[in-house]
């Protein structure tokens, strides 16, 4: 394969092996001895879309699966009516070679699947024994304007998911995608496959234009909450809304994208006193770092100072209920002063509230080292974030990676 | 005196050309770029991905006029850089600095041709 160096010259790449891409991982872990460390990733993906062909059999309605079948084969042309696409640069215009060279990849002829074969490359070569297993291109889908389409992709995706991939192999685990626009199919979403194997939680991805305090969601609320699983919500982006739309470089549009709905979703959560309502129900905030968590700490909290009629249902400070959500650490900024990182994992209360995750195979993916190198952690805190934490908020039975586990001390 | 570590006959590094060579625990990327011989360990002070196995660009620079108007952007061949594939964090070929942060630096090794071959110095 030839990858274009500028506009005349082209670089050429006879194979492409995550396990070779990996390799300085692998010599981290076994330098750090992370292979005797539980590892929890709480966010990674797959490109569900390199499955379609499959995952549309799954499509209920015959006339969208038939529709959905036309298009995950030869297809009509460029559209394809269940994919919702924005303009983007996540690969960094392809200096970032997984992304181009993904397709090149060999995998065994065997019965296991090619995305479990995959998944497992990196995860060994980082020393990771569990992952929360997310798509790529349906990160999107929520912004779809027919809330049916979502509601039937996400559901025949979920079938596959849990049937083809997450039954297979246990050390692949998922939180549910929830077809969020259609409150009514969300919920059916959690009775139906809320007890299936594999699924630890729930996912909404934040990048949609509908509010968490609709009372139309206070009944999933409230099934997730007696189920005993977190809700998280996962960061991402549109170049196509009116806001980013102002923005020219995509690292704009990324730095802010992936931060700002979660961003508004977290402040409605709290505004709207949901951590009141619904007291037991755990909430994740996915991939947004965590530079943005004390700026609105501090935010909230003043203006609630002065505005706390605004939120009759809160009793305490905003950024009280924020310190006792939990939060994945990628893309973990590393500030100039490491003081400013330190304080930071202060504030989100992170012996507790945080979890490692990678992201990979995504472009601003972060090793375990980023956690276990921090020089003001002790070894109990970085386990908690990297393993403990996670496998306590999902009650996950670890015992096939480590029979005698203990929590640290 | 210091070790030398041979890397290839020097006409089977062309202008243009990288090579990867086992060094211990690592390896060594070594460049030949206009003539010019470049070696770095092939770890990325970022998050230690390898570094020299990405791909080698040009700088990509902003084209203001007398104005101030945007014009566009080009390609600087004058200053190639060594793009690391985990991240896409880029390295001026000619030092081995982090353009975006010159504080990170991939570590620099001195390279020679003698005797029909490409050495570099441990």
């Not at chain 2, 590094?13 to 070696?39: C, M, Q, S, T, W």
């Not at chain 2, 084209?63 to 952007?73: N, P, W």
């Amino acid at each position: 394969m030839e990858i274009p160096t500028d506009h005349l010259n082209k670089m050429s790449v006879a194979e492409f092996d995550t396990s070779k891409l990996m390799i300085n991982a692998a010599r981290q872990r076994d330098q750090r001895g992370l292979e005797d460390v539980l590892i929890v990733d709480v966010d990674c993906h797959h490109y569900e879309n390199e499955s379609m062909r499959e995952i549309v059999e799954f499509i209920d309605d015959p006339v969208l699966r038939r529709t959905a079948q036309v298009y995950s084969g030869a297809g009509t042309g460029a559209n394809n009516p269940f994919m919702m696409g924005s303009p983007g640069s996540q690969d960094v215009a392809g200096r970032v070679t997984r992304y181009p060279l993904r397709k090149m990849e060999e995998t065994p002829e065997d019965d296991t699947h090619r995305d479990i074969h995959l998944s497992l490359r990196w995860m060994d070569a980082m020393g990771v024994d569990y992952v929360m297993l997310f798509p790529t291109p349906m990160l999107l889908l929520g912004l779809h304007p027919v809330p049916e389409y979502e509601a039937v992709m996400s559901r025949a995706y979920n079938r596959w998911l849990t049937e083809k991939i997450l039954k297979e192999e246990k050390r692949l685990k998922t939180m549910l995608y929830l077809p969020f626009n259609d409150p009514d199919a969300t919920y059916k979403m959690v009775q139906d496959f809320g007890d299936s194997e594999g699924v630890c939680g729930f996912m909404v991805v934040s990048t949609r234009y509908k509010p968490v305090y609709d009372n139309a969601y206070m009944k999933t609320y409230s099934l997730i909450e007696e189920m005993g699983k977190p809700l998280a919500f996962h960061g991402s982006y549109s170049w196509n809304d009116q806001l980013l739309g102002n923005t020219n470089r995509f690292l704009v549009t990324h730095a802010l994208g992936f931060t700002i709905f979660n961003a508004v979703h977290l402040c409605n959560w709290i505004a709207n006193g949901l951590p009141e309502r619904f007291p037991k129900l755990n909430v994740m905030w996915i991939e947004s770092g965590l530079a943005w968590v004390p700026w609105l700490m501090q935010r909230l909290d003043n203006d609630y100072r002065m505005r706390s009629s605004e939120a009759p249902l809160l009793k305490r400070l905003p950024s009280e209920y924020m310190g006792e959500m939990f939060y994945s650490s990628q893309p973990m900024e590393m500030p100039h002063n490491p003081d400013v990182l330190e304080m930071t994992f202060k504030m989100i209360n992170a012996e507790t509230q945080l979890c490692w995750s990678s992201d990979y195979p995504h472009w601003d993916m972060d090793v375990p080292s980023v956690i276990w190198d921090l020089p003001f952690l002790d070894e109990k805190q970085k386990k908690n974030i990297i393993g403990e934490n996670a496998r306590k908020l999902y009650n996950l039975d670890v015992s096939d990676r480590f029979p005698n586990y203990q929590p640290p001390v | 005196m210091a070790k030398e570590l041979f890397v290839s006959k020097a006409d089977e590094l062309a202008d243009g050309d990288r090579k990867i060579v086992p060094n211990g625990n690592y390896e060594i990327g070594v460049y030949r770029v206009n003539g010019e011989l470049f070696a770095y360990q092939n770890v990325c002070p970022h998050q230690g991905g390898p570094a020299c196995e990405g791909l080698l660009m040009a700088k990509v620079e902003e084209v203001i006029a007398e104005d101030k108007t945007y014009q566009g952007m080009t390609f600087n061949h004058d200053e190639m850089h060594i793009v690391c594939p985990w991240h896409g964090w880029e390295f001026d070929l000619a030092t081995g600095d982090m353009v975006a942060d010159r504080k990170f630096r991939l570590k620099k090794y001195d390279v020679v041709e003698k005797d029909d071959g490409v050495y570099v110095t441990l």
